[in-house]
């Protein structure tokens, strides 16, 4: 804290000074002209980087005198209160899930702004509400309303991710203290010898808290719904996978063992998601809970009727706004402890295993982690991203979202700036069985584990000592002094997020092809420096999406999707 | 962690004094006889008390020499290795339920002593361990065998109290994590505004950690088991406890709340407790599970099947070796969350209840918090009493367990010493139905929640505000620098344990009496010594429970048979 104490203090004498960037795109540049429609105001803006004056005097930007604003949601004030710095957002704000889904809900929050002559809006979530600001930034912007609205990237579940946001708020804190739990229940297990906990996190339909939880605590075992979608396992072949595993442990004379599953788990294994569907469209047109099993398909229904009957009415709960299923109720834990129980006990009676009787206890780690008092590291992030939407509405910015870049590095070398929310949009194409396909809108989604990633390498080069041989790690509570108050995720640091610092090094880089290849130069150094650039060129299009003819993403092809 | 060690160099750089205090009796003087009888050797033994030498000159003490000693049990090293000193129990030592049930497991450990040549055998654990170890005391010292029994109080549930043991280690660090929890669910209830969440919390029997959760993190609402044993409350009155706070709290316009129950509260219901009773006797009996409702009293049975199916099922689980139920297994919180719900129900219909649905999430804090990294009190504390032990079995003493006490005061003011375990032991006898009153036997008792002490009194006069104002607190997680690395539980600094000190102070009150009424002094002041102390001998007579004539504890009148 003593550390951004003192980068506040910097950023608060001094004046801050906004550049400008290049326009942007968007990340599938087949999307391009579909969001442009739908966002013609807002769309294409340029990247926004601060800088100090005292560092540099003003060049071409905008000088931020910073002058009074009036700006809705209490958060864009908290640089000034320090007393308040370590309360969360839960104590602060309150939550809502509630998503903005209507014209007239916008036109409600255009009404308000107006009338209480607003400078901006600052919308703090994840991708809903960063979604929702993005559509009442055009439409403000369409009404010559004078509020500008900006965007704060806050989730738990870490998913909203993309090239200009590497963290989101309160990610630290929840896969922090999670690990503590974890690793309490690791060395219980452990002590106690007798019990295989499995551990269920929240995520929503992402892996991400369950990925930096496993790296944290190093658990026996882990389950990431994007490795069972990617794999198209089924709940077969996860029980199975289990059941290998504990009979190995067995055979070593262990009876115990800690595993972690995602909620998100049940809707990535391919055919429980198909069953929610079905039981989805039947509850959409009304039929009753009782009369659903009777009008699925036969193979739904068949499944659906070989699950315990806790599952089954969990299965029959309303989906959420977003059409996902109520993940933090279907106790995805219990069903696969079960599934295990009865497994272990065919092959005990088989004779193919020979150990002890398997015994399991089952945990949601849903509630207890959220509204805790933030770590450093978030209280650090969430401080300089309220100052950088400070300056992105002092710019009169509309649109945009403020975000903190080389997190991973020391605070004194955080980078601030503020990237368009058109710029982070994609629309999703998906078939829906053999219909034609459905073409959403423009949004920003949740971005799942990256299975190519550093993060999930560092999972599966560890996996099989952490499965055998209990290397369990106990970070502890979170601290606010000396030792280990300092750390930050394990994904975020062994990430190589630098896309900013990669955005300069190309300009400098053409900047320096430009200032040495000027008109006067030798012929010989021309030739080379066009053929070099063509060499470039032909690389970028055939890297290009739209050289690769690809229309549709299917549902198993991206993580996003999950 | 800096002052224990500069408090442990003056131990380890000095020489240990034991000096050696007034012989001990029991509790109960009604015990005493039985107790004597029972283990002649080991009764009776004086309290111990650790003075450095440097700091007085060796009186008749015996001064210890720190001889090598063969010692098993690796917590008794401890002191000498800082690497682990932040290691918890489960960390190094592993745990088990298992108690000594037979002359056979005695003899075992006996010979295993006799044949590893020990000076000691240090028993780390609560109420049944610490009974083990006086029996193992009184046998070895039978055998002659040269081992010394020493235990420390370890233990959770904190529910090892007596006139010299004012704190059990492990509670602090229980009471620390789960609070943390709490008060995370209590932010995120206040946040939501939609849920009543109910906890149930780890204590066996007794419900120390409820209470000192509740007065770090102020829950709504507390049930304790000991409140309820003592008020004889039903599951019906504690349902519409509930509803009625429910309600209140519902025209206030507040739909949330946390609820805090402790595992024991089952076996405190005192309809359920019958039943329990009748269920483990036809257990007992080999009755197969399907058949126990049966063969259950009419009463019995009926309130068995007014039961939801999946108490039904916990109720029936085998007890445990102290036949008590398997508290940890039975979710008396989802129990009372569904009468609440039906009653809320039922309220709505008849139109007692207006407000909006009842909504519950429930929980139990059972194996989370074990295993944790132990807090700088639960370190230290554990460290001292490793110290302890050391010297009881350096100064060749056995059946004694290491005391700390004068806790709440600073480090540098904690009084080291010893007791003998037998001075904690008490005999139950229990009036069963109808029959004859059966006697136990002498061992050490788990105590429950004084409520005429200090911490419940605390709790009682905040009740109301709790209950209506949401003043939850939040203490975040344990710290190991800087602010709050130093707090302890409330309980124990609220309540007035120096029992040692006063010990002293008695002393000093006897002495000088001696000292001032010598032979030679005169007749008025001689009159007056004697008259004095007539009335302090009347007043002791009057207060000894033999002269009251109650050769019997009822169930209900002592929270130590809860």
Redesign the interface.
């Known amino acids: 804290m003593a550390k951004l104490m003192r980068w506040t203090i910097q950023w608060q004498g001094s004046h801050v000074q906004v550049e400008f960037g290049d326009a942007t795109t968007v990340p599938d540049p087949l999307d391009a002209e579909s969001i442009k429609r739908s966002f013609p105001l807002t769309y294409g803006q340029p990247l926004v980087h601060f800088v100090s004056s005292l560092e540099k005097p003003p060049p071409n930007g905008v000088q931020d005198q910073q002058p009074p604003l009036r700006v809705a949601d209490i958060k864009s004030e908290l640089p000034n209160h320090s007393e308040i710095y370590y309360l969360?957002g839960?104590?602060m704000?309150?939550?809502t899930k509630d998503q903005i889904t209507s014209k007239e809900q916008v036109n409600a929050a255009l009404n308000a702004c107006q009338t209480l002559d607003l400078n901006g809006l600052v919308v703090i979530g994840g991708v809903t509400s960063n979604t929702d600001a993005a559509q009442l930034a055009e439409t403000f912007a369409e009404a010559k309303c004078l509020t500008k609205v900006i965007g704060v990237p806050v989730s738990f579940y870490g998913d909203l991710q993309n090239q200009f946001v590497e963290a989101n708020v309160g990610f630290d804190t929840i896969c922090k203290?999670n690990s503590?739990?974890i690793?309490?229940?690791?060395?219980?297990a452990?002590?106690?010898?007798k019990y295989y906990?499995f551990i269920r996190l929240m995520g929503r339909s992402s892996s991400h808290v369950t990925l930096e939880c496993s790296l944290q605590s190093h658990p026996n075992m882990v389950i990431l719904g994007e490795e069972v979608a990617s794999s198209k396992l089924t709940l077969h072949d996860i029980t199975k996978r289990i059941c290998n595993a504990v009979q190995s442990r067995a055979e070593k004379g262990k009876y115990h063992g800690v595993i972690l599953l995602p909620e998100g788990l049940v809707e990535s294994i391919p055919e429980v998601y198909a069953l929610l569907q079905e039981i989805h469209v039947l509850l959409k047109n009304s039929v009753s809970t009782e009369n659903i099993s009777g009008q699925l398909s036969p193979w739904a229904s068949a499944l659906f009727e070989s699950m315990p009957p806790f599952i089954k009415k969990q299965l029959l709960l309303s989906p959420e706004s977003d059409q996902s299923a109520q993940l933090s109720q279907i106790e995805t834990e219990k069903l696969l402890a079960q599934l295990v129980e009865t497994e272990m006990e065919i092959r005990t009676k088989n004779g193919t295993y020979t150990g002890k009787k398997f015994n399991s206890?089952c945990?949601f780690?849903g509630?207890?982690?959220?509204?805790?008092?933030p770590s450093n590291f978030d209280c650090d992030y969430a401080y300089a991203l309220g100052h950088g939407a400070y300056h992105l509405l002092a710019a009169g910015l509309n649109g945009y979202m403020a975000t903190v870049t080389n997190l991973k590095n020391d605070v004194s070398r955080w980078r601030c700036g503020g990237a368009p929310l058109m710029a982070m949009m994609t629309i999703r194409r998906l078939l829906h069985g053999l219909g034609t396909p459905s073409i959403g809108k423009p949004s920003i989604h949740p971005v799942g584990v990256d299975l190519k990633g550093k993060s999930y390498g560092l999972l599966l080069q560890n996996a099989e000592k952490y499965l055998m041989d209990d290397l369990y790690s106990?970070p502890?509570?979170?601290?606010?002094?000396?030792?280990g108050?300092d750390s930050k995720t394990i994904c975020l640091c062994v990430e190589d997020h630098d896309y900013m610092g990669r955005l300069k090094k190309l300009q400098s880089y053409l900047d320096k092809v430009k200032t040495s290849v000027k008109p006067g130069c030798s012929q010989e150094v021309l030739k080379a420096a066009v053929s070099a650039m063509a060499y470039v060129v032909e690389i970028l299009s055939l890297m290009s999406p739209a050289g690769t003819g690809h229309a549709y993403h299917p549902l198993e092809d991206t993580s996003a999707n999950m």
Chains 1, 2 share one sequence.
Do not use: M, W
């Open positions: 969360g839960y104590d704000l309150g939550r203290v503590q739990l690793s309490n229940i690791c060395t219980d452990l002590s106690a010898e906990y206890i945990h780690f509630y207890q982690a959220r509204g805790s008092v106990n502890g509570p979170i601290q606010y002094k000396g030792p108050s």
